[in-house]
């Protein structure tokens, strides 16, 4: 047997059939993080306001000049007007202008702080400044824009007496904050970030996964013989309604579904025959599985391609043929658990089904020592008379990883049929069943793949014709 643990190669089909089971982690993760998104956009805006005046940077002349010799002389020095609007930059924030305004407006603030919400720049090819003062305050930007105005007279005439410095526009109070609270683009990047997170995690869940996503995961890391993968069939609910059981006898199962158990009969009368087998026990690792299905719609294959077929009830924990063929205790019918007990005959426990040739053990009531009665040699004696009156025997156990009732069975039986269902069970939980079977000298002659998704193959399409509330131990108003 190979080794259970292994990475999985995930295909796009897989990946969607995983998004889909766990959608909720997409939502939860997504939701939470769009949360925390616009939560963190809420607390740490800062809103910032900007006040903004011009100044038109110009030469004094050291004579007088008609307004034709003006205008060609502003026009020859515009070029030195032009770079001395970059003088002006550090006129503007001179230390005593930036000290004046920390003292007024008791700014807890170095100059260096203050002068770093100050920006002064040329308009680029003209003699025009422009200063920007912002602050998360609309009237503190205003004032400071004001108090620097108010200063640049005094420092200009004992810097620069050539020049001049004439407000084109005066600051004016913010109304609206320059930044946007842009909580809709935190959220949405907390989305985006939530569904990359939740698919991450799915895709790293289902790339280590312990389970059997594919019928080939069981034959690649088990080494078992896998006969047919059974496709899983979803039935609208329809309120009111009482759907029928999950049997290939119901068309609406749809195709695939009843093919499938076609195509296992056939493999099961190919063994049977080179082997001379009669008897086969059904189980699985953990209930929910569908064994229960597989063992009853197995049956009918057979009974339908003319054979006669007894399905035993051997679950006598949690029975439940009885309701997949409609069968009542009313009227003094008798069960397995009778028969075991010694009271009643193995001829008064066999019922006739609606379904030509098909026969049933079945079991209508719980009994605690079950596998005390299952290793009995009353039970191997039900079994040999059944032999000698039927084509096909198939026993339906429990599941074999949670009691030791399928052991014990395996010495009555010819044959045992695993049941494991897609992304269900873990490899680990079916290898030691597989090692429990072996070590009881059962023999294993193949694994049904059960409530399969989708198929590599294209047999069916996802989605379609699967089943969803597949139980074990369920009433008959529930079996689908």
């Avoid at 004032?143 to 084109?168: C, H, M, N, Q």
Wanted: with cysteine; glycine share 6%.
């Amino acid at each position: 047997m190979r080794k259970s643990q292994d990475v999985i190669e995930i295909t796009l089909p897989q990946m969607i059939r995983a998004l889909k089971k766990r959608w909720w982690l997409l939502c939860v993760l997504s939701i939470l993080l769009a949360a925390g998104g616009f939560f963190i956009a809420k607390v740490t805006y800062i809103p910032q306001y900007s006040s903004t005046a011009t100044f038109v940077v110009s030469n004094k002349t050291s004579q007088t000049v008609d307004e034709s010799e003006a205008s060609q002389i502003s026009s020859s020095d515009l070029s030195a007007s032009s770079s001395l609007a970059n003088t002006f930059q550090y006129i503007l924030l001179s230390d005593e202008a930036l000290n004046a305004i920390i003292e007024q407006y008791h700014l807890d603030a170095t100059t260096e702080r203050l002068k770093s919400m100050i920006e002064v720049s040329p308009v680029s090819e003209t003699n025009i400044l422009e200063m920007c003062v912002t602050t998360k305050d609309a009237a503190l930007s205003k004032g400071i824009a004001d108090t620097i105005i108010e200063f640049y007279p005094d420092v200009l005439s004992r810097t620069l007496k050539t020049a001049s410095l004439e407000i084109l526009n005066a600051p004016t109070l913010a109304l609206q904050p320059d930044n946007n609270h842009d909580t809709v683009t935190y959220a949405l990047v907390g989305l985006l970030l939530g569904i990359a997170v939740a698919g991450f995690i799915i895709f790293m869940k289902e790339n280590f996964s312990n389970t059997f996503l594919t019928g080939a995961d069981i034959g690649n890391r088990l080494d078992l013989n896998v006969m047919v993968s059974v496709p899983r069939v979803v039935r609208k609910k329809r309120k009111g309604r009482i759907e029928p059981a999950l049997l290939i006898s119901n068309y609406g199962c749809g195709f695939s579904f009843i093919e499938t158990y076609k195509a296992l009969r056939t493999k099961i009368e190919r063994i049977a025959h080179k082997k001379a087998y009669k008897s086969f026990m059904i189980t699985s690792s953990l209930e929910n599985e569908g064994k229960t299905t597989v063992a009853a719609n197995l049956a009918l294959a057979l009974a339908q391609n003319g054979k006669t077929v007894l399905l035993v009830d051997a679950d006598l924990r949690k029975p439940t043929i009885y309701r997949l063929f409609e069968l009542s205790s009313e009227n003094g019918a008798v069960g397995l658990g009778q028969v075991l007990l010694g009271q009643a005959a193995i001829q008064d426990a066999i019922v006739a089904t609606k379904h030509s040739s098909l026969y049933v053990i079945p079991n209508f009531s719980q009994i605690s020592n079950s596998s005390e009665l299952l290793s009995s040699v009353r039970m191997k004696e039900i079994l040999e008379y059944a032999s000698e009156q039927f084509d096909y025997i198939l026993v339906d156990s429990p599941p074999s990883g949670l009691v030791a009732d399928s052991a014990v069975l395996t010495a009555c039986t010819d044959g045992v049929i695993l049941v494991v269902r897609q992304d269900f069970s873990s490899a680990d939980e079916v290898t030691g069943v597989v090692s429990d079977l072996t070590e009881s000298r059962a023999e294993l002659v193949g694994c049904v793949f059960n409530q399969e998704e989708y198929s590599e193959l294209g047999g069916f399409k996802p989605g379609s014709n699967q089943y969803k509330k597949y139980s074990y131990g369920y009433p008959i108003s529930k079996v689908n």
